[in-house]
């Protein structure tokens, strides 16, 4: 089973300044975003239960932060720490810290108004939330209504054949070199080439020019932190008519209908088993090694 490691995503204007140049697929007519369907949609189906629920802990752990509802199910998210603003100083970064001290008991409604926040932390912890959420209407009835469910990793649900074209949105080490290992062809998007190994530089796009590749690729692979900075909806936006998609990474929310309007086929996201021990693990700096398989399960919603 492939481990994913932290990717550094596309900074949030490029999708932007890329989508209009590029002949993919039409974005949804819906104005609303892909965070605020999610919202909503979870909302809906938890309806007057969710004004009832309430945080109970949060951490908020060098990779990863995770938050434990008062009802003991737990959520996580990948820690947005590369674009935390200053984060070497206490004065400046405090200001991006969600009010600790004051989270233990905050409504969970509250704490969903981040999902726009400008903020990446607050809106980390608000997804960390709302993916508590998703797994407390897993619990209660099951997995999304048309969703096939496939546990492990979303790297293997892709199904991916020889010779098809596949993008690559950040530096996740073991899928790189399991399409390296197979001769696959393959671009790999990120800000950052040093986070590359130098076997891996020639397949190297820079994220400024993911318009360029996008649209033509067969397979998409992108690291869900693309929701968090906002860049996610124009990458999708990209991909050409029966092109597929992968969301991938804890933060991506159990809940296929609102990815696959915008054109992902897969959602691999996390299933947190043991919240309380999730949290122990991230308060001591615990990353994916320490968490997938023991307190936290890999999962896979396929259109």
Known sequence: MLTTTLAHP??????????PRAQGRAAPAAAATLL?????????????????RHLARAVLGVFFTGVQ?????????????????????????????PTPGRLAGRPVAEVLQDLQHAQPLRRTLAIATLNALAETLWREGGPPDGA???????FDALAIAPGEQVVVVGAFGPYLRALRQRGQPFHVVERDPATLRPEELPHFVPAGRVGEVLPQADVLLTTATTLTNGTLEGLLALLRPGARAA?????ATLRLAPFARRGATVVGGTRVLDAGAMLDLLAEG?????????????????A
């Open 36 to 52: 605020a369907e999610l919202h909503a949609d979870v909302a809906q189906h938890l309806g007057n239960a969710l004004g009832q």
């Open 10 to 19: 596309l900074p949030p204007t490029t999708a932007a300044r890329t989508a």
């Open 247 to 251: 969301v991938v990474g804890p933060t």
């Open 148 to 154: 096939r469910v496939v546990e492990g990793d979303g």
């Open 286 to 302: 615990a990353s994916g090694y320490h968490l997938f398989g023991r307190s936290v399960q890999r999962v896979c919603l396929c």
């Open 69 to 97: 509802l008062d009802n003991g199910v737990g959520g996580l998210a990948a820690t947005p720490i590369q674009d935390i603003p200053a984060a070497v100083c206490c004065p400046s970064s405090a200001l991006a810290m």
